[in-house]
């Protein structure tokens, strides 16, 4: 099946910074990603919809400024965390949608485990 | 909004008991099902899906059936093996290929 990646797999960083997160289609194009946040011990909720070529579309009670999302092209999205916070501390999984093969399934990054001291 | 509940775990079974996982959904029309595996330290992968009511999806000896009328996804195995440790969750999407939504997953633990 098709690949999605992440990088870096971990971050530990100090309070105040901020945090860029990749997540990369590697053998197709994703005119979609989906970002996640799971907490330990608790699934996965979505916190936006990554466009490509245009602005992101986040859910409900998630900080857009917080969380910035750019789709520069269609095997890129990143997510930065800006002046992070120990709260911010969680896992969070990229997802992509391989609408180019006709089944759309969704592939999933392995995620980036943030750590905010 | 949509949503999925699971039962909750972890599930602790010895090598070749069967297994069950329920799942139950509450959402509008009729939305795609799915099961997704987590193995320690890697990605989400997809198990089975079924699209509409009544479809069974099947994989690597697990296997699921859409019932719409209990709204559930129930994941069943017949003999598990400790390579089966991992956490499953339940999902749906209303849209194929659009946001998906989760149950809390479930850990299972097999013992050897």
């Known amino acids: 099946g098709a690949v999605v990646s992440q990088h870096p797999s971990w971050v530990i960083c100090k309070s105040g910074t901020s945090v860029k997160i990749e997540c990369r289609s590697l053998d197709f194009q994703a005119t979609t990603m989906f970002w996640y946040r799971q907490f330990p011990k608790q699934s996965l909720m979505l916190m936006a919809t990554?466009?490509?070529?245009?602005?992101?579309?986040?859910e409900q009670g998630v900080e857009k400024d917080k969380f910035l999302i750019n789709h520069a092209s269609l095997t890129l999205s990143t997510l930065t965390v800006t002046s992070a916070h120990p709260e911010d501390s969680s896992f969070y999984i990229c997802s992509a949608p391989d609408r180019t093969s006709g089944s759309s399934e969704q592939f999933f990054g392995p995620g980036t485990r943030l750590t905010v001291l | 909004g949509d949503s999925v509940t699971q039962m909750e775990g972890p599930v602790t079974l010895s090598e070749e008991a069967f297994l069950t996982i329920n799942c139950t959904y509450t959402?509008?029309?009729?939305?795609?099902l799915f099961w997704y595996v987590q193995y320690p330290g890697e990605g989400l992968q997809l198990l089975l899906k079924?699209?509409?009511?009544?479809d069974k999806g099947s994989n690597k000896g697990f296997e699921a059936t859409y019932r719409k009328e209990t709204t559930s996804f129930h994941l069943e195995k017949g003999s598990v093996q400790v390579s089966d440790s991992a956490v499953y969750f339940c999902?749906?999407?209303?849209?194929?290929?659009?946001?998906?939504?989760f149950g809390a997953g479930t850990i299972l633990r097999v013992k050897s």
């Open positions: 999902a749906l999407t209303q849209e194929y290929g659009n946001k998906l939504v």
């Open positions: 959402a509008t029309g009729y939305p795609s």
């Open positions: 990554s466009n490509e070529g245009s602005k992101a579309t986040y």
């Open positions: 079924a699209t509409k009511a009544d």
